[in-house]
Nanobody, 124 residues
Framework: QVQLVESGGGLVQAGGSLRLSCAAS????????MGWFRQSPGKEREFVAR????????YYADLVKGRFTIARDNAKNTVYLQLNSLKPEDTALYYC?????????????????WGQGTQVTVSS
């Protein structure tokens, strides 16, 4: 089992940047494919980005492609999400998640472990 803790959220103006971190403990992160999701009030949790166990493959939601970058450092047991060119519609609670079993990696139900989330608020 792995425990995940996100950090790095905050309030930023439109066009600004943030770097989110997801620190893992309890089990080595290299055992898991990792994903970032986000959820706004009244909306369903949505896929943002994912990265393979090795870090060689990354995938993004169309809404964030070209602005967000996911990366991992397995030696540090940490996954990152760099958020650039932020827009007010990016405002949400951002979650990292770990997946060790097969399933649709774009669906939140396929992930086994979740952090508590970190809030990102983008002002216009």
């Amino acid at each position: 089992q792995v425990q995940l803790v996100e950090s790095g959220g905050g309030l930023v103006q439109a066009g600004g940047s943030l770097r989110l971190s997801c620190a893992a403990s309890g089990r080595t992160l290299s055992s898991y494919s990792m994903g970032w999701f986000r959820q706004s009030p009244g909306k369903e949790r949505e896929f943002v980005a994912r990265i393979s166990r090795s870090g060689n493959s990354t995938y993004y939601a169309d809404l964030v492609k070209g602005r967000f970058t996911i990366a991992r450092d397995n030696a540090k047991n940490t996954v990152y999400l760099q958020l650039n060119s932020l827009k007010p519609e990016d405002t949400a609670l951002y979650y990292c998640a770990a997946r060790e079993r097969d399933g649709n990696p774009y669906k939140s139900g396929s992930y086994d472990y979740w952090g508590q989330g970190t809030q990102v608020t983008v002002s216009s």
